[in-house]
């Protein structure tokens, strides 16, 4: 019936190696628990075989300590193979983390190598070159505007810039109060009203 939701399965993430170092530590794990339960042994046969001497029976004391001399070597057999056991699980972890940086190297070296793809050196060039042209009109427009003004300019500008700086409003000319003059009327509004008036002036005076 497939999956009840309707959806598609994740992918585990567990990889070989994965698995390998969880099997590696549980064996150092068990190897750690025989480690001590030999060990707890050990402590309680060293105090049998003193309460062995006490009472006399020097035999069994002796048997029961080649016994506990073989226990102590494969204890450091023991303490061995855990110390194999770690170091195989360290290099394994260490490796994966080799894999994923070299997996990041990957993908970096290929997205620089579609930028590259993109973006040709010609093009760098050209925009290289563009800007330096740009910058180098700006330069003009900048002596030129420079070489335009004269000493005046330069200090009125500067005066107007400090005002500003400082929240100031600049000195702008005051506007004249006293009030305009009156414009005289024309004579006539009519296109003929000038010469009629000079044809009367000249009648009285004749």
């Known amino acids: 019936m497939g999956n009840v939701f309707g959806g598609k399965s994740r992918p585990s993430r567990v990889t070989e190696q994965d698995k390998a170092v969880l099997q590696l530590k549980q064996q150092r794990d068990k190897l750690k628990q025989y480690q001590k339960r030999i060990t707890l042994q050990l402590d309680k046969e060293r105090l049998l075989a003193k309460q062995l001497l006490k009472d006399g029976r020097k035999e069994k004391a002796l048997l029961l ?52 793809q993109i973006m040709s050196i ?56 006293e009030p305009l003059p009156d414009v005289p009327e024309l004579a006539s509004k009519e296109p003929n009203g000038r010469l009629k008036k000079n044809m009367e002036g000249e009648m009285l005076s004749v």
Do not use: W
């Open 122 to 177: 010609e093009d760098v060039e050209r925009i290289l070159d563009e800007t330096h042209e740009s910058i180098e009109y700006q330069k003009q427009i900048d002596e030129m505007l420079a070489g335009a003004l004269t000493q005046e300019d330069e200090d009125a500008v500067l005066a107007e810039l400090e005002a500003i700086t400082q929240g100031e409003d600049v000195t702008l000319p005051e506007v004249p109060t």
């Open 65 to 116: 300590l080649k016994k506990k001399r073989y226990q102590d070597q494969l204890l450091d057999k023991t303490e061995n193979q855990i110390s194999n056991l770690e170091r195989m699980v360290q290099d394994i972890e260490f490796m994966q983390i080799e894999m994923k940086v070299i997996e990041g190297l990957k993908v970096g070296n290929d997205c620089l190598k579609s930028m590259h």
